[in-house]
Nanobody, 117 residues
Framework: QVLFVESGGGLVQPGGSLRLSCTAPGIIFSNYDMGWYRQAPGKQREFVARITRSNNTNSPDSVKGRFTITRDNAKKTVYLQMNSLKPEDTAVYYC???????????WGQGTRVTVSS
């Protein structure tokens, strides 16, 4: 069963924008807090952004003001709008879901973002 379908990655120049999407047909979307993580080559996976079931959001200082996470429960989709991209944003970006009661977690397969001139 496919839990997530991620899309939107690609190659972009510094200063450019991308929007990642993660559609989750395999879960009861409204029961999950959703988020994005990323993993750059040779580095550990790191937290990028989270949006709760009640639409509260948080993100680290490294992306705050540049990245925006939103969700559409009707479409079972979470988005990550990424603006003012930098080369250090280059990574594989993973969609993440955590059930609000059981805390069970699910991960997407990842979508690659490359920021380069």
């Amino acid at each position: 069963q496919v839990l997530f379908v991620e899309s939107g990655g690609g190659l972009v120049q510094p200063g450019g924008s991308l929007r990642l999407s993660c559609t989750a047909p395999g879960i009861i979307f409204s029961n999950y807090d959703m988020g994005w993580y990323r993993q750059a080559p040779g580095k550990q996976r790191e937290f990028v952004a989270r949006i709760t079931r009640s639409n509260n959001t948080n993100s680290p200082d490294s992306v705050k003001g540049r990245f925006t996470i939103t969700r559409d429960n009707a479409k079972k989709t979470v988005y990550l709008q990424m603006n003012s991209l930098k080369p250090e944003d280059t990574a594989v970006y993973y969609c993440h879901a955590r059930h609000f009661v059981t805390l069970n977690e699910h991960w997407g397969q990842g979508t690659r973002v490359t920021v380069s001139s």
